[in-house]
């Protein structure tokens, strides 16, 4: 509970240095991670804490069990504000939404101005996008974000921002973002129940692009691949603005499943084995290499070769490969992807992928790291991991989106606030170093 002198501090602490905090809250298949961030006097982001708890309550990005996926989501919280030394307390989250549910359509709208003799001004862009927001849509489904890609004022087309402009009619072509409202109100109703408000409900591709993509690629047409624990999410750009999403209901975690089943081992063992050991690419192993697992009480230890570990991993990435073709070629921006495919997520880490991505697709690929966009600072090397792609892409996401202040986000915390003038550069990074990097060396892909 905040006392309002603590409150009163904030206000001013806030505006005489201008520093804002945001929060992203990326709610996975198998891990909840929170990132909060902040500005420095540069205008680029820091990350100031972190924490991460095990998704007990969540299956290919769809709640499964409210009061699991709320214990996780505390948890996650809790540990993100132990983190900071000081006091932080969380209240507004961006959170990230994805799922098999999710879909993407596109949608022409128009809006006629009824004062003539003015300027195109926000008010009236505003108008449209809110028009498109009350589109009636299939039973059970509501619209979820609502992206402008192209505007046209007058039938002039091409305008990428119309205020200013004079103009009577005015139209744009929008990519409208869609999911079940039972999944989105289970999010919003776990995330609440945790103790949290929404301060924006973020596809979580477009969090990821945000992180790992620069405007270059975006402009020369990119496919970024997300490959996440329960799913993996495509966003297609192209002249920079987003064309095409989709969500693929498959992740990480068939691969693990189908290590145990054709290895006859533990799920945790056919874990392990993908992270230390696993390869995308079975010819990139030969057959003399050997890894051995303990067997259950009275049985002995099992041999398994890596070539046989890789052919399971590789036969299953093909699928999923498969799966993100059919999403490129659907979309119709195929032979406009100059930048080619950019993959992320806690899958990414895997050995050889760019290179079965490579001789799958012929697109040139690349692994994306969310650090691009981020202040250099003691803790960027271990931030420099593709499994954090979503969790700092709400964060920046969040920054883009906010305009008002975050005063009720922290509460006595005006030693964090403080870090952008440089008052705990040392300090802060002292303390919260050490336990960063446990918690990057105790995370999973």
């Known amino acids: 509970m905040k006392d309002k002198s603590s409150v009163e501090k904030n206000k001013e602490a806030k505006g005489v240095k201008g520093t804002k905090i945001v929060v992203g809250l990326d709610i996975g298949t198998t891990k909840i991670a929170c990132f909060v961030g902040q500005k420095n006097e540069h205008g680029k982001i820091e990350i100031l804490s972190m924490g991460k708890s095990e998704s007990l309550g969540v299956m290919r990005g769809v709640v499964s069990n409210i009061q699991r996926t709320i214990q996780s989501i505390k948890a996650a919280v809790q540990e993100t504000q132990e983190r900071v030394e000081g006091s932080l307390i969380i209240n507004k989250v961006n959170v990230g939404i994805a799922g098999q549910h999710i879909k993407s359509l596109q949608h022409k709208g128009i809006y006629t101005r009824s004062k003539t003799d003015t300027e195109i001004v926000q008010a009236d862009v505003d108008a449209l996008i809110s028009d498109m927001m009350k589109m009636v849509m299939n ?39 869609t999911g079940h409202i039972s999944n989105v109100m289970n999010i919003r109703r776990c995330v609440e129940q945790a103790g949290l408000n929404i301060e924006s409900v973020i596809l979580e591709p477009i969090a990821s692009a945000d992180a790992v993509l620069n405007d270059e690629e975006k402009e020369a047409g990119v496919v970024l691949v997300d490959i996440g624990g329960g799913t993996t999410d495509v966003a297609i750009f192209h002249e920079g ?81 498969d799966l993100v073709k059919f999403e490129i070629e659907n979309s119709g921006y195929k032979r406009k992807m100059i930048a080619g495919i950019v993959v992320t997520g806690g899958g990414a880490q895997m050995q050889h992928l760019t290179q079965l991505f490579e001789y799958c697709t012929g697109m040139d690929t690349r692994i994306g790291y969310p650090t691009e966009h981020l202040a250099s600072s003691n803790a960027l090397d271990l931030l420099a991991s593709p499994m954090f792609s979503t969790g700092i892409g709400l964060v920046l996401k969040g920054f883009e989106n906010d305009t008002k202040g975050h005063d009720d986000v922290v509460s006595n915390a005006s030693e964090v606030v403080g870090h952008s003038e440089g008052v705990l550069k040392g300090k802060f990074f002292n303390a919260i170093f050490p336990k960063m990097r446990a918690f990057f060396e105790e995370e999973e892909v």
């Open 139 to 177: 039973p059970g489904e509501e619209i979820i974000t609502v992206l402008p890609q192209e505007y046209i004022v007058d039938n002039e087309p091409g305008i990428k921002d119309p205020i200013g402009m004079a103009g009577v009619r005015l139209e744009a072509n929008f990519h409208i973002i």
């Open 241 to 321: 603005l987003i064309r095409h999403t989709a969500v693929i209901p498959f992740g990480g975690n068939v691969i693990t499943d189908d290590i145990k089943e054709g290895c006859m081992i533990l799920r945790r063992h056919a874990e392990t084995l993908k992270v230390k050991y696993g390869s995308a690419f079975a010819s990139e192993n030969k057959e003399q290499e050997v890894v051995c697992i303990p067997g259950l009480r009275g049985q002995n230890s099992k041999e398994i070769t890596l070539k046989s570990l890789s052919e399971i991993i590789q036969a299953r990435m093909e699928e999923i490969i």
